[in-house]
């Protein structure tokens, strides 16, 4: 196994600042203009928007329908198809909070199933390298056989994409991914059905009582109104509470209740793939038969890039680039351009070869 290179790309970079903009916003938002926009809500008197678990919830609550909120889901369906669940590692502070309470043990764990996730997609790997479909699926146009490291990629892709019987035969990488890429519910759309059934039940949102989102903002505001107006309220201890209960004792928040991750992932399933990540397989050290999971062992969705073999499809996909900064080749890219330069540069170095 290749181990990873630690680097830090403009785009991961980019990334942090980001984040730390949007929070630093949403605080400003909130203390210095009465609430002129946090995650939750944005905007000033008739121009504003909720967010699109809040815009549904309201509809569910209401039992009328919102044109305000259908615009706000219109919006997060076009930003879903284009961008995916780029708002997970872009904008929440979910995920650094998630960070900073952890423990080292904790963390340790975390990063034994990344790896034990990527060892799972390099065994589905080398199934389909050796899976009699190969043949069929991988043959060069002069009916040559090319490279194993080849062979895997093209039918990898082509059983990730559409798994299809051969000969009315499974294959080994089909019986693999059976069932996998295509879009599977999960227990965080369990959380969302049930957040959308309680609002429909009690007439408000009741989910964002607890959004540890929501409940963030919600602990900077009552740590302002202490410090600034000595109002000690219940707020400053209920809220960061609630934050740490769901973050530490339930674990894995994002992966397993977050009902906005599991709204964007349901418009990213049937999303546009132009920003997802683009592997370059002249570069990519797969295609001459070396068992590099890299990518795939960083990446905290537990997603194999390289051909859609991960435990979960690409359209889980949160564009953080840490594959992409993983990489010892760099041979993955989350744009067209980039993915060209890439090539370009292989081609030149094949041909002074």
């Known amino acids: 196994m290749t181990k990873p290179v630690k680097k830090r790309s403009k785009m991961t970079i980019a990334r942090r600042v980001v984040v730390a903009a949007a929070f630093v916003a949403c605080v400003v938002g909130v203390l210095a203009f009465g609430g002129a926009g946090s995650y939750c809500s944005f905007g000033a008197d008739a121009i504003a928007a909720i967010c699109p678990l809040g815009s549904l919830e309201a509809l569910f609550g ?20 284009v961008f995916g669940k780029a708002f997970c590692s872009w904008a929440c502070p979910v995920p650094p909070l998630d960070r900073f309470l952890r423990t080292k043990k904790s963390r340790r764990k975390d990063v034994d199933e990344r790896h034990q996730a990527a060892a799972e997609s390099l065994e589905r790997w080398h ?17 040559a056989q090319t490279a194993d490291g080849e062979n895997a990629l ?7 994409v559409a798994p299809e019987e051969a000969d009315g035969q499974e294959t080994g990488v089909e019986k693999a991914l059976a069932g996998k890429r ?8 369990l959380v969302l059905a049930g957040s959308l059934v309680s609002a429909a039940a009690c007439g408000f949102p009741v989910f964002c009582l607890v959004c540890p989102i929501g409940l963030t903002i919600a602990s900077v505001i009552a ?9 000690l309220t219940l707020s400053l201890v209920v809220f960061p509470a609630v934050i740490v209960l769901e973050l530490v004792v339930l674990r ?4 397993r209740f ?15 793939k132009m920003t997802r990540p683009r592997v370059d397989h002249d570069r990519c050290l797969r295609a001459e038969s070396e068992p590099c999971t890299a990518c795939a062992s960083v990446c905290p969705e537990h997603i194999d890039p390289v051909a859609d073999l991960g435990r979960r499809p690409l359209s889980e996909c949160t564009r953080c680039g840490r594959c992409a900064d993983a990489c010892p080749h760099d041979a993955i890219s989350f744009t067209k351009r980039g993915l060209a330069l890439r090539r370009n540069e292989s081609a030149r170095k094949a041909a002074d070869a």
């Open 127 to 143: 199934a389909c390298s050796s899976c009699s479909a190969c043949s069929s699926h991988c043959a060069s146009a002069d009916g």
């Open 182 to 189: 295509r879009f599977r519910l999960d227990s965080r759309h």
């Open 154 to 160: 093209a039918c990898a892709k082509d059983a990730a």
């Open 62 to 81: 209401s039992w009328a329908v919102a044109p305000r909120a259908l615009i706000v889901l219109a919006v997060v369906v076009v930003l879903g198809v």
């Open 252 to 255: 894995k928040w994002c992966h």
């Open 258 to 272: 977050c009902p906005v991750g599991a709204l964007l992932s349901l418009v990213s399933s049937f999303g546009s």
């Open 223 to 231: 740590l302002y109104r202490f410090v600034g107006f000595n109002e």
